[in-house]
Structures are given as structure tokens and as C-alpha cells.
């Protein structure tokens, strides 16, 4: 996996070729979020530390 940074436990992952619109996931536990990067939005999933 192409883990690009882990702040305070949460990994970030950008995976090439991924579709649409670009973005980044985000995980922490069993929760995944994916975050576009040009609104800094969560389009689909969520995180427990954002709740």
C-alpha cells in the first residue's frame, strides 16, 4: 500500500490510478474515509476521530 504519511494514527494512502474525483484515503482503526483533495471533503466513508 502506498501509505504517504500517519498522523496521530491516522494512515494516508493515495493509490495512482484510483478514479475519481482525486483524493486520499484515510484510515484509522476500522474506519476508512475518502477525502478529495481539492475541497478537503469526505465524499464516502467516515472516521470515528471526526465524529
Known amino acids: 500500500m502506498p501509505n ?3 498522523i ?3 494512515k494516508i ?5 484510483d478514479h475519481v474525483p482525486p483524493h486520499i484515503h484515510a484510515i484509522y482503526s476500522d474506519h476508512e474515509a475518502l477525502i478529495e483533495i481539492k475541497t478537503r ?3 464516502k466513508g467516515k472516521l470515528s ?3
Open 8 to 10: 496521530k494514527s491516522i
Open 13 to 17: 494512502n493515495i493509490y495512482p490510478n
Open 41 to 43: 471533503k469526505i465524499f
Open 49 to 51: 476521530v471526526f465524529m
Open 4 to 6: 504517504i504519511d500517519t
